[in-house]
């Protein structure tokens, strides 16, 4: 079992930014898939990025140029730098861990545990 522990979320203006944590604890999911997904109200959930090291980090479109995910050493912790913010980035942001896949890292079908999310509200 892998537990998630999601923070960094809140309330910005556009234009601000925020910095989302993920702890993951448990069983190891060092060198697999590790990413973020978000689902805004009455929408689908959607790909942010993710990373499946060694490869560089993936990104939607949306999230190209301004925002950022990191890991640190031991790989048990996931990190997205969010600047630039705008409305349309208001959403429930989860991250997610594989320890099965480390490949094609932004399919969400790689993953197989999930945080309970950390709310990201950005207003006009």
């Known amino acids: 079992q892998v537990q998630l522990v999601e923070s960094g979320g809140g309330s910005v203006q556009a234009g601000g930014s925020l910095r989302l944590s993920c702890a993951a604890s448990?069983?190891?999911?060092?060198?697999?898939?590790m990413a973020w997904f978000r689902q805004a109200p009455g929408k689908e959930r959607e790909k942010v990025a993710a990373?499946?090291?060694?490869?560089?980090?993936a990104y939607a479109d949306f999230a190209k140029g301004r925002f950022t995910l990191s890991q640190n050493n031991a790989q048990d912790s996931l990190y997205l730098q969010m600047n630039t913010l705008k409305p349309d980035d208001t959403a429930m942001y989860y991250c997610?861990?594989?320890?099965?896949?480390?490949?094609?890292?932004?399919?969400?079908?790689?993953?197989?545990?999930w945080g309970q999310g950390t709310q990201v509200t950005v207003s006009s």
């Open positions: 990373i499946g090291p060694p490869v560089s980090p």
């Open positions: 448990g069983a190891t999911s060092s060198g697999y898939c």
């Open positions: 997610a861990v594989s320890t099965t896949h480390s490949t094609y890292c932004l399919s969400s079908g790689r993953y197989n545990y």
